[in-house]
């Protein structure tokens, strides 16, 4: 179950925010769409597939972490449909904001993964002023949409 929202701008941060660069690819499809990703946390890259389906609030993903070599050989089929952005992962309530911002884009977009579709999400107060609107389920703000 994961929530989605549309910032105006990118939040004051709480101290502790891990940072990730993150590189998404997908892999041309109809009916199924494989991304690849790469995950760079200081000196630390971590390569994965995935499938997801579904959209909006419900979703089925299947990831596996991948090796590098498989990344570089599949990562040229994703010319065209790929994203770059900065992921800064905040906990608050026991749960992980994610904050993704979108250079390349000018845009700022904020998850939540919550446990059922009836648990709240509760704003910190660190965010709640920029946030612009709920997108959850609005196709244009996939990071698939938003790819180049």
Do not use: C
């Not at 910032?7 to 004051?12: C, F, T």
């Not at 199924?32 to 419900?58: M, P």
């Not at 993903?61 to 990344?71: K, M, R, S």
Request: proline residues 5%; without cysteine; glycine residues 8%.
């Amino acid at each position: 179950m994961e929530r989605k929202f549309l910032l105006r701008a990118m939040p004051r941060l709480p101290a502790g925010a891990r940072v990730l660069r993150i590189d998404q690819g997908w892999i041309p499809g109809v009916r199924l769409r494989e991304r690849l990703r790469r995950t760079r946390e200081g000196e630390h890259t971590t390569y994965y597939r995935a499938v997801k389906l579904g959209s909006g609030l419900k979703r089925l993903e299947l990831e596996e972490q991948t090796t590098p070599e498989v990344f570089r050989a599949l990562w040229r089929l994703t010319r065209g449909k790929r994203i770059r952005k900065l992921r800064y992962v905040v906990a608050a309530g026991g749960r992980a904001w994610e904050i993704d911002r979108f250079p390349a884009l000018g845009l700022v977009l904020a998850e939540i993964e919550l446990g059922s579709e009836e648990e709240p999400v509760q704003i910190p107060e660190w965010l709640s002023p920029v946030i612009e609107r709920e997108v959850t389920g609005e196709v244009e703000y996939t990071n698939y949409s938003l790819a180049r």
